[in-house]
């Protein structure tokens, strides 16, 4: 009998394990199950839609609030914390040729913010490779506050990747998504 215990006990942790991290409910497609995921980790916001292909134009992606509160409402309540932009994942069949800068922008459009970083794909794995994923993180603290302070975050958050020139034909270099998170 000590044995069923032992599984039941089993089965219930593993049922709360895999339960949404959050209890707020989110609308749009930031949704998994009901829930965020990663919530656990400060996600604040994220892009959605699968991989983001970078070519010699500008890539606008827009970042979405996740657990329905504006962003600007959660940026001006995270006194103290960090705003730290992560970058997944970064992709190329081949050597691109060219480093992307990143900047932030209001969804408005406007003059984007300066330049936050460079984003290289040096080492980048091709699509179909295997193996862990490469991330790269940006501490976008001071411009995100300053867009919040500003009244420029009420409709979320745009990054900007612009290519420093023109990317090698067949590069195909993407990146699977953009988070915003709090630390």
């Known amino acids: ?3 069923l215990k032992t599984l039941i006990a089993g089965a219930a942790l593993s049922a709360l394990l895999a339960a949404p991290a959050c209890a ?24 959605t839609g699968g991989r983001i292909m970078l070519d010699d134009g500008a890539e606008r992606v827009i970042l979405t609030s996740v657990c329905g509160e504006p962003l600007a409402s959660r940026v001006r309540r995270g006194d103290g914390r960090r705003f730290i932009l992560l970058v997944d994942d970064l992709r190329a069949e081949r050597p691109t040729g060219a480093v992307f800068s990143l900047h932030l922008e209001e969804p408005t459009g406007g003059e984007p913010d300066g330049v936050l970083g460079s ?15 490469r991330r790269v993180s940006y501490d976008v603290t001071s411009t995100v506050r300053g867009l919040a302070e500003s009244g420029r975050l009420e409709q979320g958050l745009v990054v900007l990747l ?19 998170v709090e630390q």
């Open 1 to 3: 009998m000590a044995w």
């Open 24 to 47: 707020q409910r989110t609308r749009g497609p930031a949704q998994a199950g009901g829930c965020v995921r990663e919530s656990r980790a400060g996600l604040l916001a994220e892009s």
């Open 119 to 133: 984003l290289s794909f040096f080492a980048a794995r091709p699509p179909a490779a295997p193996g862990a994923t």
């Open 162 to 180: 612009r290519p420093s020139g023109r990317p090698s034909p067949g590069a195909m270099a993407s990146v699977s998504r953009l988070q915003l």
